[in-house]
């Protein structure tokens, strides 16, 4: 069956301009989670959905970073006036369910690449 | 929160077994060990996770210290595409997984 899409697979952006990011999760998922992933690094945890509720974005850098998942299914991640310190590959993923004593497998997507100029 | 250390990188020989070790000497009881791999650019991929009991499936086989402090992964019999990075990964006390830097695996021919 088709697995999480991220959408656009790249994109360019000039510094102070936003930039909206797109996750289609694999259907029936319930949960939904933003990473951002900096060359030679794992990915850090931004955020995470559970339905269209928003459970924990202790992870956000700032609060020119924002997501919302209004129906429980894609989600946008959203960056403010974006700066060079932003480039970054952004990554989707999704899980059936989390249990609360147990992390469900994650299923990423193929991230989007971000270049602030 | 448990945090996880990888060796950065690490050889085998195409066809031999791969142990990829992990320490983890702050895990609490009720912790899992998660490990997950990532090739080239790609999106990181599900391999295996465990609590306290060894396990094994299609792709590998965890071990898990009897003090659970640290883990190993072993890949039986290492292929060419798994060159990779793997990571070892804890849940934080939100169960959200805390990602390290991994390891590097290069198999070789």
């Known amino acids: 069956g088709a697995g999480v899409s991220q959408s656009p697979r790249y994109k360019v952006t000039k510094r102070g301009q936003d930039v909206a990011l797109r996750c289609d999760p694999i259907s029936g998922h319930v949960s939904l989670y933003w990473y951002r992933q900096a060359l030679g690094q794992g990915p850090e945890f931004l955020t995470y959905f559970n339905y269209e509720a928003q459970q924990d974005k202790s992870g956000l850098p700032n609060d020119r970073f924002s997501a919302e998942r209004p129906e429980g299914s894609i989600s946008t991640l959203t960056i403010q006036r974006t700066e060079q310190r932003d480039s970054a590959m952004y990554r989707c993923?999704?899980?059936?369910?989390?249990?609360?004593?147990?992390?469900?497998?994650?299923?990423f997507g193929p991230g989007t690449r971000l270049l602030v100029l | 929160d448990a945090k996880t250390t990888q060796p950065p990188s690490m050889d085998c020989a195409e066809g031999r077994a791969a142990n990829l070790p992990c320490n983890h000497s702050?895990?609490?009881?009720?912790?899992?060990v998660y490990w997950y791999r990532q090739i080239h650019s790609q999106g990181p991929q599900y391999i295996i996770h465990g609590l306290k009991n060894n396990e094994t499936n299609e792709m590998a086989s965890l071990i898990i210290t009897e003090d659970r402090k640290s883990s190993t992964l072993i890949l039986p019999h290492a292929t060419l595409r798994d060159t990779a990075v793997y990571y070892c990964?804890?849940?934080?006390?939100?169960?959200?997984?805390?990602w390290g830097a991994g390891t590097k695996l290069i198999i070789k021919p």
């Open positions: 993923a999704s899980s059936l369910v989390l249990d609360t004593s147990y992390q469900e497998t994650q299923y």
């Open positions: 990964i804890v849940q934080d006390s939100n169960y959200q997984l805390i």
């Open positions: 702050t895990i609490s009881g009720n912790e899992y």
